[in-house]
Each structure stands twice: as structure tokens, then as C-alpha cells.
């Protein structure tokens, strides 16, 4: 990685830190060891599957959070801040000044998840007293968990680059929320024609499809995920989110700094 | 060679939600710097001097015109190694202590890890912040940002330094303490464009310097020249009560401030003027001629064009024609 790039993200990632972005670990343990708890008085033979089912949509939903509500100032606190200024006048182009914050908030919500999937595997641990080969599958909805955490950043990004924080926040998560429903909106397109059929379908490729990186419940259920879908799903991610944060350095080239 | 070469720079931004309409912010501006020259750059408020600064920082883009620093496009990564800037009431990282903020700002400027560590030692003593260094800066006061500001400008030993209002914000101390510094970046040879609206820190410190209102340079001149000539009148103060009437036959502008009368008269009248002292037995303190001042030079440069291009016709005898850039 170029060197102005990694300085830039780990500086945004140390900005996040002292900011106590990472406190949150502390209201997700409470939620989680409070589940757990209540989870192994009440339930019979689901402990695991409420615990893996709630521990992952909590990741998700946290970081998705901060995904959004750090993302959506990435570059707009900097411009009002005028902080960008001393930085722009170094060696440092518009396009690295992205990348390195998009590096940086990610980086954050890697250090974020890794916390909070430790939480998962205690919890389970906790209910079931053991760990069970299934138990790796859960690996697996963590890693696309971050894969979509990286999508949301790229758009929060994208966003951000010519939009209030407000409206990032507002559209970044309406296309969470859409993207959620993403594979819905595929089935709704096939069986529409014409204009119709051409728009839906659109509109379905273009949302990022979030569904397919959803795989929460399988997992719950002590289902594998196959090899093809991890495959096509970090390729899917991957190319998005480099797209998006295309498109916000592009923008980002040619806005003047009031 | 030039430092900083200024072509028909200008900016223009488009204003207003549903009919948007052209904000001129600066006029073509054509400006040569030499190197190791301090310029200081002079206007109001609002005359267009950040946007200038920024225009040559490549943070917001020309409309028209282009720029050159030490010989290169002003966007060229080599020439931003070369280039330091302060921006007006400049802002940073306060999750970051002094130091590390400066390190920050070393490292993107590609400074090697040898040595860094102990430049950014160097410029917190430099600036007097060697005791807050590891204090985050968002406990700092504005002055001690300012200085903040000032030690990243020229940390990584530019060429070229660019301040936006230095003095802004700091204590009579602060100011004194940024004039000495300009003043050893002249000593080591580097060139400093610096805006400001306080003249006599421009006088102070400046080779030349350029007025800028309403987005348009009006003059510039190099204070030497602009400060050198008399306007025909001098200067006398002496121990008194009152004004003689004697005096004030002769002309003189007088007021009377405690013990001590200040009077200015034309010059032919100085023999004159020394003789009523004399009978009048009042004690003689100074008499110097009355210089050009940066002030009346700036005052005269912010007069509404018409006016400049009515006195400039005057002067030279010319037919009103239009006005195209500036001169002294």
C-alpha cells in the first residue's frame, strides 16, 4: 500500500479510537452476555441458534452504525473543519486522501468485529459448553458481515463526497435497507416485462445486494456456506465498493474546498 | 527565477439556488514572486486573498489562468514537497497531541523517519510549544494552534511558504515571536507570500507588497519605494500649554496632547516655524519630515477604481482608457 495511504488510514482509525467509537463493544457485550444468560434459563435445544442468530445481527447492526454515521463525515467534517487543507497542500492527491480514509474506517470495523465475534464465540461457549464443527460456518457470516460493512463505507463515502452528512446518512442506509430486500427485487423484475421489467431490473443490480451476503439464519441452523459463494460474494464486494469509491474520488477531484 | 509565477488567475463561482449567476471571486491576477523575496499580500476582508492562497494550494480550481511554483505546475507532487501552508484560523486533528500531529504531517510530507523525530522536536521549541507537546490540541488555545499551524508550515524545510493571516489570533507576544520567524525564514533564503491586513506587519517584514480588493490586484510596490519619499511637510513637537498663533499663521496643523504640541506645516515654513519656538521659548523634542506610509499608499489602493483611473489619468496626462492589471 502507498505509504501517504496507510498514514492517512491508520491516522483515521486512531481518530475513531480516541473518539471511543469502540465503546460500543461495551453495549454489545451487555446485550450479548445479558442473551446468553437469559437464553440458557428459557430455551431448550435452540440456545445455539438464538445466540448465533442474535450475536450476528447485533454485529451486523452495530457496525453498519458506525459504518454509516463515521462514514457519512469521512470527508465532509474535514472539509467544514478545514482539516483537509493542511493535508492537500502535501504530496498527498485527492484520490489517496479517499482511500486512505475509506482504508481507515474499515480497518475500524475489522478491529470492531473481531471484538464482537469474540463475544459471539464466548456466548456460545457460554450456552453450549462446547464448540462444534458448525460452529466455523459462523467464521464465515462474520467475514461476509465485514464484506458488507465494506460496502457500506464505500457508499457512505460516495455519499459524502457531494452530500450533506444528513442526506449521506439518509441514503447510504435506505440502500442498506433496500439492498436487504435485494434478491426480492431480482424476483420481482423477472416475472415484470417491458418498461417495467427493464426498470425493476435495473434498479435490482444497481442496489447492492446486501441478501447475498446475508447468511445469518443458514448459519444459525448449522447450514455450511459453499466455497462458490464466498468466492462470488468477496468478488461482488470487492468490485462495488471499489466502484463507489471510484466514483466519490471522481467527485471528489473536482470539488473546489470553500 | 521566479518562486511564484501568477498568469491570469482567476475564480469565479456560480451563486444561487434556481438561477445561478457568476460570483467573481478574483480577477485575473498576474503576480511574479522571486525567490527568496517576503510578499506580503494586502486587502480588506472578503478582497480575494484566500482564495488566491487557495487557488495556488490546489484546493479549489482556477476558472481560468494558470500558476507555476519554483519553475513547475502548482498540482506537480515535487513542487507540494517544496511548499509549505498555513491557512487562515487554521484547524487540525485534536484527537492528536503537537507532536504527533507534526510527525503526521512529516510523514505525508515524505520526510525520512531519520531525523523527523528530532525536526519536530526542533520546530515545537522553534514555535515555544516544547511544554504542551504531548497535550492534545483540542485543550490548545487559537493562539497556541496558531503556532501549531505555523511549525507544520515549515517543518519539512520548504522552499516556498505560504501563511494566511499568521498573526491572526495571537497576543502582542505571539505577533512579535511570528515577525522574528519570517523574519529567519528570509535569513535562510526562503521565499514567503503571506496575506495579512495588518500593514504594519507588512512594513515590517515585507520586500513588496501587493493590495487586493474585490478580487482585483490594485498595486504593487516594493516598500522601500513606497515608504521612502516625503510628502513636503514635516513634523514638529515640542513642549507647550497651546499653539502659538504665530504657528498657526504659518499653516501648521496642530493639536495639543497634554505638555506637548504636535504640529505638521509645509516644509518651506521649517525656519519659520523653529524661529516662533524660539521666541517663544518652548522647548524643541523632534522635527522630522513627513514620509509616505503604507497606510495612505493601501487607503489610496481600496479607493473605488474610478477614482484610481481618474488620479492615474491625472498623473499622466492620458485620455480615460480602460485599466488592465496593476502597477505601483
Redesign the interface.
Known amino acids: 500500500m502507498n ?2 495511504i496507510g ?2 488510514a491508520f ?1 483515521t482509525f ?2 475513531a479510537v ?2 471511543r467509537v469502540l465503546y460500543n463493544l461495551i453495549a454489545f457485550a451487555l446485550l450479548l452476555s445479558g442473551a446468553a444468560i437469559l437464553v440458557g434459563e428459557i430455551s431448550i435445544d435452540i440456545e445455539r441458534l438464538v445466540v448465533v442468530n442474535l450475536g450476528l445481527t447485533a454485529v451486523s447492526l452495530f457496525g453498519v452504525l458506525i459504518a454509516i454515521f463515521i462514514g457519512i463525515g469521512l470527508v465532509s467534517k474535514e472539509i467544514d ?13 485527492r484520490w489517496e486522501f479517499v482511500v486512505g480514509k475509506f482504508f481507515g474506517l474499515t480497518g475500524t470495523l475489522v478491529v470492531n468485529t473481531f471484538f464482537m465475534a469474540l463475544g459471539v464465540f464466548l456466548a456460545l461457549l457460554y450456552v453450549a459448553h462446547k464448540f462444534e464443527k458448525m460452529d466455523l460456518w459462523v467464521l464465515g457470516a462474520l467475514y461476509f458481515i465485514v464484506l458488507q460493512f465494506l460496502i457500506v463505507c464505500a457508499l457512505a463515502l460516495f455519499f459524502s463526497s457531494f452530500s450533506t452528512p444528513l442526506m449521506s446518512a439518509v441514503f447510504t442506509f435506505a440502500l442498506f435497507v433496500i439492498g436487504n430486500l435485494a434478491e426480492d427485487l431480482r424476483g420481482f423484475a423477472r416475472i415484470t416485462h417491458g418498461t417495467e421489467g427493464w426498470l425493476a431490473s435495473a434498479i435490482a443490480y444497481l442496489v447492492p445486494n446486501f441478501s447475498a451476503l446475508n447468511v445469518v439464519s443458514q448459519v444459525a441452523h448449522g447450514d455450511s456456506i459453499p466455497g462458490r459463494l464466498i468466492f462470488y460474494n468477496t468478488l461482488y464486494a470487492l468490485l462495488y465498493s471499489a466502484m463507489a469509491i471510484a466514483a466519490a474520488v471522481l467527485i471528489f477531484q ?1 470539488r ?3 | 527565477m521566479a518562486a511564484i509565477e501568477i498568469l491570469d488567475l482567476e475564480k469565479s ?1 456560480l451563486v444561487g439556488f434556481w438561477r445561478k449567476r457568476p460570483k467573481i471571486a478574483l480577477r485575473p491576477l498576474c503576480l511574479s514572486i522571486e525567490e527568496g523575496e517576503v510578499f506580503g499580500f494586502l486587502g480588506p476582508n472578503g478582497a480575494g486573498k484566500t482564495t488566491t492562497l ?1 487557488l495556488l ?5 482556477p476558472t481560468a489562468g494558470s500558476a507555476r511554483i519554483l519553475g513547475r505546475e502548482m498540482d506537480d ?2 513542487v ?2 517544496q ?3 498555513l ?1 487562515e ?5 485534536d ?2 497531541s503537537a507532536r504527533e500531529l507534526l510527525n ?2 512529516g ?4 520526510m525520512p523517519a531519520k531525523g523527523r523525530s528530532a525536526r519536530v522536536e526542533e520546530m515545537l521549541g522553534r514555535v515555544g510549544l516544547s511544554d504542551s507537546a504531548g497535550v492534545q490540541l483540542r485543550k490548545f488555545s487559537k493562539g497556541m494552534l496558531q503556532r501549531v ?1 505555523l511549525a ?1 508550515a515549515i517543518l ?1 524545510n520548504p522552499r516556498v511558504v ?1 501563511l494566511d493571516e499568521p498573526m491572526s489570533g495571537l497576543d502582542p507576544m505571539g505577533r512579535r515571536e511570528v515577525r522574528d520567524l519570517i523574519q529567519q525564514l528570509r535569513h535562510e533564503g526562503k521565499t514567503v507570500f503571506f496575506s495579512t491586513h495588518i500593514l504594519s506587519d507588512a512594513e515590517a517584514l515585507c520586500d513588496r507588497v501587493g493590495v487586493i480588493h474585490q478580487g482585483e490586484l490594485r498595486g504593487v510596490g516594493a516598500v522601500a519605494d513606497l515608504t521612502s519619499g516625503t510628502k513636503g511637510t514635516i513634523e514638529i513637537i515640542f513642549y507647550a500649554q497651546h499653539v502659538p498663533a504665530a504657528l498657526t499663521g504659518l499653516g501648521a496643523d496642530a493639536s495639543v496632547s497634554g505638555t506637548m504640541v504636535n504640529a505638521v506645516l509645509p516644509e518651506e515654513h521649517q525656519e519659520a516655524a523653529l524661529e516662533v519656538l524660539r521666541r517663544e521659548r518652548m522647548k524643541l523634542i523632534s522635527l522630522a519630515p513627513v514620509r509616505n506610509s503604507l497606510e495612505e499608499y493601501y487607503i489610496q489602493k481600496l479607493r473605488p477604481t474610478d477614482a484610481l483611473q481618474a488620479d492615474s489619468d491625472q498623473e499622466s496626462g492620458r485620455p480615460e482608457q480602460s485599466r488592465k492589471g496593476a502597477g505601483a
Not at chain 2, 89 to 93: K, L, R, T
Not at chain 2, 107 to 110: E, K, V, Y
Open positions: 505509504s501517504r498514514h492517512i491516522n486512531r481518530e480516541r473518539d473543519k478545514r482539516t483537509l487543507y493542511t493535508v492537500l497542500s502535501r504530496p498527498v492527491r473536482r473546489n474546498l470553500k | 463561482y487557495k494550494m490546489g484546493l479549489v480550481f507532487s515535487w507540494k514537497s511548499v509549505g501552508f491557512p484560523q487554521p484547524y487540525f486533528y484527537h492528536l503526521y504531517y510523514r505525508l510530507s515524505g499551524g507544520q519539512h505560504f
